[in-house]
């Protein structure tokens, strides 16, 4: 299987808002109807989020269904978590969880967007030695962010 997108598509009643927070954030339209919007980071277009209205007449049943609005996180990687920490604090955003520094190699912050999802901004940093040997074998050095730390534990497997 080669694979060319995987993005989460989220089914909720706060369509409006949930436009208008991401827009925000500064995320583009890919496509912006009255029951979907899919959005993409200018930046990096592979980075997709899609957001849709529940109970569509025309979508099969297991398309129908609104999120509850527990249990996802979207972990968003950022070179500089500080200056973006700022930067939306400065534009209004609500501070969930503080600018903080974690064991396991990550300092970061969250924000939660109308419907409940949290977005934990982070930038990776070097971890605790408890927390390092589960990103690595032991003499291969750390990767420089999370992303490469995954994908070096997904390489034998990806062949």
Same mark, same amino acid.
């Given at each position: 299987? +080669?694979?060319?997108? =995987?993005?989460?598509?989220?089914? %909720?009643?706060? &369509? @409006?808002?949930?436009?208008?927070?991401? +827009?925000? #954030?500064? &995320?583009? /339209?890919?496509?912006?109807?009255?029951?979907? *919007?899919?959005? *993409?980071?200018? @930046?990096?277009?592979?980075?997709?989020?899609?957001?849709?209205?529940?109970?569509?007449?025309?979508?099969?049943?297991? &398309? +129908?269904?609104?999120?509850?609005?527990?249990?996802?996180?979207?972990? *968003?990687?950022?070179?500089?978590?500080?200056?973006?920490?700022?930067?939306?604090? +400065?534009?209004?955003?609500?501070?969930?969880?503080? =600018?903080?520094?974690?064991?396991?190699?990550?300092?970061?912050? @969250?924000?939660? $967007?109308?419907?409940?999802?949290?977005?934990? &901004?982070? %930038? !990776?940093?070097?971890?605790?030695?408890?927390?390092? !040997?589960? /990103?690595? $074998?032991?003499?291969?050095?750390?990767?420089?962010? @999370?992303?490469?730390?995954? #994908? !070096? #534990?997904?390489?034998?497997? =990806?062949?």
């Amino acid at each position: 299987m +080669r694979m060319s997108s =995987l993005h989460p598509i989220i089914t %909720t009643d706060r &369509f @409006a808002e949930t436009k208008t927070f991401y +827009r925000a #954030l500064q &995320f583009t /339209y890919a496509f912006e109807g009255e029951w979907y *919007v899919h959005l *993409v980071w200018p @930046a990096n277009p592979t980075l997709q989020l899609a957001f849709m209205r529940p109970g569509q007449a025309n979508q099969h049943p297991l &398309f +129908r269904s609104r999120f509850d609005g527990k249990g996802l996180f979207l972990g *968003v990687e950022v070179a500089e978590v500080d200056s973006v920490h700022d930067d939306l604090l +400065r534009r209004g955003f609500e501070i969930e969880i503080a =600018l903080r520094d974690e064991p396991w190699g990550q300092r970061h912050f @969250a924000i939660q $967007d109308p419907n409940g999802i949290v977005l934990d &901004f982070y %930038t !990776a940093t070097e971890p605790t030695a408890d927390y390092a !040997a589960q /990103y690595r $074998d032991p003499g291969k050095p750390l990767a420089k962010s @999370a992303a490469e730390r995954v #994908l !070096a #534990l997904a390489e034998p497997a =990806l062949g």
